[in-house]
């Protein structure tokens, strides 16, 4: 399949230079592509995944990929999108940002296959050495200030009397177009996509490849992701969802994904799988049929997180996910388990009272609050109600000890099919 057509077909086209003299392109031979991300961060989130997905969907088709870290673009910040002008990183800060990122992106691309290997350059290394005099008389002589304020991005801000635009952020586009031409120039690349949001600053490096270099390149952007419910992609109560484990736990990653509107989740799979179009049909007919089993809704976070993660830590993201629908806890890690407890209600308790015989069943209900009094607990425990550690408790005098701690420290308890506490000793 043509690159254009899989991408159009998925919804992922936004804006296209000249789509159809694009369409023949991409039909006649490989091309070089790029995307590029600024590094304000040490980890990319979810929201960037579709544009650095959409590089990965190109180079299995063939194509040659490279993904921008903006070394230099990243240390003026882009105006697109943003209401106020964003913080400066430093170029220590920037270039550990990198090192982390690339190890990101080689889950989302591959750099060792000898066919057509991903390339991950940094624009620092070639927009530092250019003074800033040459920059004016090289580059900037080819834009007009009247075509670079009609640009949304910067009229947007140009209208906002309190935050405005610096001179600095103005630039900005100068850089982006700067590094379409270079990688034209130096890397035959053809190609940029990104968000739409960034349509204005890759029109711009496309008109200075034709002017500078009489050369027809591309721009392709991607749709930017919103929630069916109006709200932000990629956000949650807790923050920004991000692929470094150590800022979002697997666990909570892959809730994210299950935890999709039911509006949006056929969309997103889509946009964030590979998955084959007669698959993703097949789920949005079950998902239609019994939206209830929210089958759609695994297979994306399965997909996904498989794909960030790999299969070992989504095997166990899905068992801890199945602990709170009852099932077992074998093969859970201590911090996968961790990330439970903010899901269920939980309440300390002393050491002590685990010591020697322990504690009878029957009041640990009671203390947690699942059960009004010690009566009603050996009624729901002699009714096979009543579970400890997901396993189900029937005897209401047994004694709970320190030997039933999981994990040294924790104790989960459970009243019918969906009552939790969590017990923790200190």
Request: glycine share 8%; aromatic share 8%; net charge negative.
């Amino acid at each position: 399949m043509n690159i254009y057509e899989e991408l159009e077909g998925r919804g992922l086209v936004a804006d296209c230079t000249d789509a159809e003299e694009l369409r023949k392109r991409l039909s006649t031979a490989p091309v070089t592509l790029y995307c590029g991300f600024d590094p304000t961060a040490d980890s990319l989130h979810v929201g960037n995944l579709v544009p650095l997905l959409a590089l990965r969907r190109f180079q299995l088709l063939g194509h040659h990929p490279i993904a921008l870290a903006g070394g230099a673009t990243g240390s003026i910040g882009d105006p697109s999108g943003k209401s106020a002008e964003r913080q400066l990183l430093t170029r220590e800060v920037l270039a550990a940002n990198i090192a982390s990122v690339k190890e990101q992106l080689r889950r989302l691309l591959d750099f060792d296959t000898p066919v057509n290997p991903a390339r991950l350059l940094d624009n620092a290394s070639w927009t530092a050495p250019v003074s800033f005099l040459d920059f004016l008389r090289d580059i900037g002589k080819h834009f007009s200030v009247n075509m670079m304020v009609q640009k949304e991005s910067v009229r947007a801000r140009m209208e906002d009397r309190e935050t405005g635009i610096s001179y600095t952020e103005f630039s900005y586009m100068l850089l982006q177009a700067f590094d379409f031409y270079h990688l034209r120039k130096e890397f035959h690349c053809e190609l940029q996509i990104g968000g739409s949001d960034q349509w204005g600053n890759i029109t711009a490096g496309s008109d200075l490849c034709r002017k500078k270099l009489g050369a027809q390149v591309f721009g392709l952007t991607l749709p930017l992701i919103t929630n069916a419910d109006g709200t932000k992609f990629g956000k949650t109560v807790a923050g920004a969802v991000w692929l470094d484990v150590k800022r979002t736990s697997v666990y909570r990653f892959y809730q994210f994904w299950v935890r999709t509107d039911d509006r949006d989740v056929i969309r997103y799979l889509q946009y964030f799988t590979f998955l084959p179009e007669d698959r993703i049909a097949e789920l949005a007919a079950s998902h239609e049929q019994n939206p209830g089993a929210r089958e759609a809704h695994k297979a994306l976070a399965k997909e996904v997180t498989d794909l960030i993660h790999g299969p070992a830590a989504t095997l166990e993201a899905i068992r801890a996910s199945d602990i709170l629908f009852g099932g077992g806890l074998e093969g859970v890690s201590e911090s996968t388990f961790g990330d439970l407890i903010g899901e269920a209600p939980s309440k300390e308790i002393e050491i002590s009272l685990l010591a020697d015989a322990g504690t009878p069943f029957v009041e640990l209900l009671v203390l947690a609050g699942l059960c009004p009094s010690k009566g009603q607990a050996r009624k729901d425990i002699e009714g096979g109600g009543a579970y400890l550690n997901n396993v189900r408790e029937t005897n209401f005098q047994r004694g709970v000890t320190s030997s039933d701690l999981l994990f040294g420290r924790y104790l989960l308890l459970r009243k019918g099919k969906r009552n939790y506490v969590v017990l923790v000793v200190r």
